[in-house]
Every structure is written in structure tokens, then in C-alpha cells.
């Protein structure tokens, strides 16, 4: 629903945009980016994720602490010549925390925002998730204008601390 104020068109939204969940970021070599942001930066591998349909082999790391926290994934491709070329560009894709992820995908789509293959599924982190594509089409003509968008459904704890 479309409402005007002062002559500028906003939306009214029903769902928030709660925080930024992760950072993605790419590499041909992440033992590269382990250097860095571990041995350089100091921050602590959680966890890994490998997704030959995907194309992935990440770590996730984090920094912060609980609904605070953010990750860093830092991400190789499996096979370098296939896609989806996670490590294309460096700065992969940034994650949005969203209170109500059903519900935003539904109003989003109605508003003719386009999203990648996949629809929503679970994520290396486990939360769901799907993504926003970096280009529009002509069915779908709203995108994110060349970042690649996750939207990552917030837990209970998340919703609480920053709802």
C-alpha cells in the first residue's frame, strides 16, 4: 500500500529490516581471507559449510557477541570455472536479519522485487534465508542495483533485542 508524504512515495512494509546479519566475502583461496581476518583481525571461526550446489566452501566467523554479533564468511568457490562464482565479486553478498521472512518474500515479490533460484531454504547458519537478485528483468524490474541481498529470518532473540 502506497501512501504520500510531502510528495515523496514511501511503502508501508509488513515486516522490519532488523540488523545486518553477515558479510560474505569471496576469494579463489580462503585460507587467504583466514590469514586476514583470524590471524590478522582476530576473530573466530564458528563453523563451516560445503555446498557443491552452491558452489561453496566457507567458513563462518564471527565478531561481537550474542543478537550483537555479526559473521564474516569467508567463502572459495568448490570449482572456480562453475557458477554461482562465490567469489565474484570480493564482497560477495551482505545478510539482513528480517522479522518475518515469509511474509517479506510475499510483499517483496508483490512489489516486483526479483530474487535468485531457490526460493527460501536453510543457510550455512542455519536460519532461513533466500536472496535478492543484484539485477531486475522485466517481469521482476526492482533488485537490489548490483549487491547480492540475503535475507536471513531473525530468531526469537534477535526479534526481541532489535525488533
Not at 512494509?13 to 579463489?28: S, T
Not at 550483537?68 to 565474484?88: F, G, L, R, W, Y
Not at 537478485?133 to 526481541?160: R, W
Request: charged share 30%; with cysteine; glycine share 10%.
Amino acid at each position: 500500500m502506497r501512501k504520500k508524504d510531502k510528495g515523496v512515495k514511501t511503502l508501508s512494509r509488513p515486516f522490519k529490516v532488523l540488523g545486518i546479519q553477515q558479510i560474505a566475502i569471496g576469494g579463489e583461496d580462503k585460507s587467504k581471507l583466514a590469514k586476514f581476518w583470524i590471524d590478522i583481525m582476530g576473530l573466530a571461526k564458528v563453523s563451516s559449510f560445503r555446498s557443491e550446489k552452491e558452489n561453496v566452501d566457507e567458513d563462518i566467523l564471527s565478531m561481537g557477541k550474542g543478537v550483537n554479533a555479526v559473521e564474516i564468511d569467508i567463502m572459495q568457490p568448490i570449482d572456480a570455472t562453475k557458477s554461482p562464482k562465490v567469489h565474484e565479486p570480493k564482497l560477495n553478498h551482505i545478510g539482513l536479519w528480517i522479522d518475518d521472512l515469509a511474509l517479506a518474500v510475499s510483499w517483496l515479490t508483490e512489489q516486483g522485487v526479483r530474487f535468485t533460484p531457490g526460493g527460501i531454504r536453510k543457510g550455512a547458519a542455519g536460519y532461513d534465508v533466500c536472496f535478492i537478485h543484484p539485477k531486475g528483468n522485466e517481469e521482476f524490474p526492482l533488485c537490489s542495483e548490483g549487491v547480492l541481498v540475503e535475507l536471513v529470518q531473525a530468531p526469537d532473540d534477535v526479534k526481541a533485542a532489535l525488533g
